[in-house]
């Protein structure tokens, strides 16, 4: 069974968190790749700060020596909203009825999928993974239209319509903690990969408010 599994993000910018967790996830379910995938358009963010274009570059250099992961630009390519749901169905045409899709999001983007643009409609596409940082609480997923898992065998068997939760070792960086150090020329040294930082730094990016 062919398997594609994607972790979506802003990414503005990557941080050790999003690595960390994406490794994790690999190595935990046994999956050969799982691909970071940049919205373009933020739109339920009001729009991210930092062009696709550099959020994408900043994610290929973060993942340049990592052998699972994988940067992938198909949201950037895309005009307008980023809704996920558009991906997933690309995704399911690209790949066929039977390959296993499974999207990633942490907790707290998962006690938000209700407000997603056709957010039951995923689960007909895809199966989804949340990730659980060891000290957050538990959302309530109860209004989800899917077959809970506990056995990675049994998930991994299913193309579309299940969930599981992973527990992860918390890695407190965020993205925000990450512009605001910037903009108050604090170090991310701990925060970010050298080559982000190298990035940011070239670029100026996040300092301006
Ligand atoms: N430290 C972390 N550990 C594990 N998952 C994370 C971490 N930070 C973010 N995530 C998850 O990564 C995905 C992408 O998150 P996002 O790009 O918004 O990063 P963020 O750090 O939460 O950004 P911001 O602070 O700007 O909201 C989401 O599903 C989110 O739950
Ligand atoms: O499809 C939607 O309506 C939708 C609404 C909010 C968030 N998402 C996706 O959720 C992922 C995590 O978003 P965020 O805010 O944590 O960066 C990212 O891939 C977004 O494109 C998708």
């Known amino acids: 069974m062919s ?3 994607a972790f979506g993000g802003t990414f503005d910018p990557v941080h050790f968190g999003h690595i960390i967790s994406a490794r994790d996830v690999a190595q935990q379910m046994g999956y050969q790749q799982v691909h970071l995938v940049p919205c373009g358009d933020a739109y339920h ?6 062009h696709s274009t ?3 570059a900043m994610l290929e250099q973060a993942l340049a020596e990592e052998p699972w992961l994988l940067a992938d630009g198909r949201e950037t390519r895309r005009e307008g909203a980023t809704y996920t749901i558009d991906t997933l169905k690309d995704l ?3 790949l066929g009825p039977d390959a296993h899709i499974a ?4 907790s707290d983007t998962a006690d938000q999928l209700t407000s997603w643009h056709n957010w039951r409609s995923l689960f007909e596409l895809a199966n989804v993974i949340v990730v659980r940082r060891a000290h957050e609480s538990r959302p309530n997923l109860s209004s989800w239209p899917c077959r809970w898992m506990q056995d990675t065998k049994d998930f991994k ?4 319509g299940a969930a599981l939760e992973l527990e992860l070792t918390p890695v407190d960086i965020s993205s925000t903690d990450v512009r605001c150090r910037l903009k108050n020329h604090q170090s991310v040294a701990d925060l970010v990969p050298p ?13 301006e408010s």
């Not at 068997?157 to 579309?160: D, E, K, T, V, Y």
């Open 157 to 160: 068997a299913c193309a579309f």
């Open 92 to 94: 399911r045409s690209e």
């Open 3 to 5: 398997e594609f599994v």
């Open 54 to 56: 550099h959020r994408l």
């Open 45 to 50: 963010k009001g729009g991210a700060l930092t």
């Open 195 to 207: 080559s982000v930082l190298k990035y940011i730094n070239t670029l100026g990016l996040y300092r």
């Open 103 to 106: 999207w990633v999001m942490g």
